[in-house]
């Protein structure tokens, strides 16, 4: 069976820090581009990050560049989503998802991805 599992969230001052993991099973993550999206209260589902499948290309968002960083162990079936400097406005879901190929240009298409986690919160406030 498929599965995407994300873990790692919760709730942080501004300023700290999180790393966020995605661990899947039931296939071979060394094949996959994998995502990590966010959803806040209202807003739609936005693309925060992704990696190539064997980690050699990564994509962010404008507004976390500088701040984040993915990183995958393909070893592990597991990527990372480390953040730091972390804002008030970081606060939403976090999902990770995972995609058959990689595209620099449309990484943030939701549409790529074909496998999805639950989603894991992340709450930054004082």
């Known amino acids: 069976q498929l599965q995407v599992v994300e873990s790692g969230g919760g709730l942080v001052q501004p300023g700290g820090s999180l790393r966020l993991s995605c661990i899947t099973s039931g296939f071979t993550l060394d094949y996959y581009a994998v995502g990590w999206f966010r959803q806040a209260p209202g807003k739609e589902r936005e693309g925060v990050s992704c990696?190539?499948?064997?980690?050699?290309?990564?994509n962010y968002a404008d507004s976390v560049k500088g701040r984040f960083t993915i990183s995958r162990d393909n070893a592990k079936n597991t990527v990372y989503l480390q953040m730091n400097s972390l804002k008030p406005e970081d606060t939403a879901i976090y999902y990770c998802?995972?995609?058959?190929?990689?595209?620099?240009?449309?990484?943030?298409?939701?549409?790529?991805?074909?496998?999805w986690g639950q989603g894991t919160q992340v709450t930054v406030s004082s």
């Open positions: 998802a995972a995609a058959r190929r990689y595209s620099s240009g449309s990484w943030d298409r939701i549409s790529m991805y074909g496998y």
């Open positions: 990696i190539s499948n064997r980690g050699g290309s990564t």
